[in-house]
């Protein structure tokens, strides 16, 4: 989300580093079975990665077990190749391949995630678990970052409104606090300021209760059938469809119920473009950028790439409720 103005001089290095990504991101989603991805490149001679090491193993997804969604047919999703190598995950460097390409080694069993906070009965969940304990089903959702592109995922996982129920909150519970893995030896945007986007990690979210407790949040364990991939959130992330996409934390350890609003990681790095509500809004531009419309990122080729008018709450309407009342250009 930092604007990033290479001077001249650097220009054909960072054109270097591109092409040697593209490779390598191309490489990595040949090894997860996307063959067709080779064809992007026929070209192009095959060459070294720039970062080496392209016999490691990639990050492995597991088949999953759900009930499918019917919205299916109706929906045209965005290509599962593009879902999976065009990410925001800080933590894994600031580019968009970056998370593909810095990724695959995480591992992500075991795994612990803690209800906690204020309620009756506080949990942890393991590994296992987080695709045992609730019913799994698959949620066709748009996708709109902040940055003014979007995608159609195909998610699969659990409403984030059974967790909270199971851990009987208490009435004194206003607001959800998410907490993304801290673990800079796996992670190495959080080794330094400069390498993660100057986010003060570990990256934290919030919603409010009634937002959280809605029926569209979501907590994910998946996309495309199967779990999710490293550069996606693995093994957990969080998915509300009407906020821009910096809400929806990835990786997430833990889910504290409090009565403060918590601080928000983007929030806290610059306050005056990244508020706590974020919800999408074509009427409220960022300072930097008109949020009226975005590049929907939908077919295979290079090219396919529309411009499409964002629709308020990302056009899930049936959550205007939450906000009755509320100046929605002071609380972005
Ligand atoms: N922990 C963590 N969660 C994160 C981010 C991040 O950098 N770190 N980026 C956010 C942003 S800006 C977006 S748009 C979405 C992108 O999700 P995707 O890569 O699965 O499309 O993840 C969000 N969750
Ligand atoms: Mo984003």
């Known amino acids: 989300m930092l604007i990033k103005t290479p001077k001249a001089s650097v220009i054909s290095e960072s054109q270097v580093t591109d092409e040697s990504a593209y490779n ?21 001679p095959a ?15 597991e088949k999953l077990n759900f009930s499918a969604s019917s919205k299916k047919a109706a929906t045209k999703l ?23 390409e810095n990724a695959q ?19 942890t969940l393991d590994y296992d678990d987080l695709f045992k304990q609730f019913p799994l089903e698959e949620r066709i959702y748009r996708l709109r970052c902040v940055e003014a592109w979007s995608m159609v995922v195909p998610w699969i996982g659990f409403s ?26 796996q992670m190495p945007g959080q080794r330094s300021r400069f390498a993660g986007g100057g986010i003060n990690y570990p990256y934290i979210e919030g919603l409010r209760i009634d937002e959280a407790m809605h029926p569209l949040t979501l907590l994910s364990v998946g996309l495309y059938g199967k779990t999710l991939p490293a550069q996606n959130g693995a093994p957990i992330r969080l998915v509300v469809p009407w906020k821009y996409g910096f809400k929806s934390i ?15 990681s983007w929030n806290q790095l610059a306050a005056n473009e990244y508020g706590f509500y974020a ?17 929907r990122i939908s077919g295979a080729g290079l090219f396919s790439r529309n411009r499409i008018d964002t629709k308020m709450f990302n056009g899930y309407e049936e959550v205007a409720a939450l906000y009755q009342g509320m100046d929605l250009r002071k609380h972005f």
Do not use: C
């Open 105 to 123: 080694q995480f591992k992500v069993n075991p795994w612990r995630l803690s209800i906690e906070g204020l309620a009756e009965k506080p949990f």
């Open 24 to 44: 390598r991101r191309r490489d990595i989603i040949k090894s997860m079975g996307f063959v067709g991805a080779s064809a992007l490149l026929s070209s192009t």
């Open 250 to 264: 990835k990786s997430i350890t833990r889910i504290r119920l409090t009565d403060k609003r918590p601080p928000t």
């Open 279 to 295: 919800n999408v809004n074509p009427n409220v531009d960022h300072p930097r950028w008109s949020q009226a419309s975005e590049r």
């Open 160 to 185: 984030l409104a059974s967790l909270i129920k199971k851990a009987k909150p208490l009435s004194s519970a206003k607001y959800v606090a998410f907490e993304t893995l801290y673990d800079p030896e």
């Open 47 to 61: 060459r070294a990665s720039f970062f080496g090491n392209d016999d490691a193993e990639t990050f492995k997804t």
């Open 78 to 100: 965005t290509p599962e190749e593009k879902i999976i190598s065009h990410n925001n995950f800080y933590e894994f460097g600031t580019g968009k391949s970056d998370p593909v």
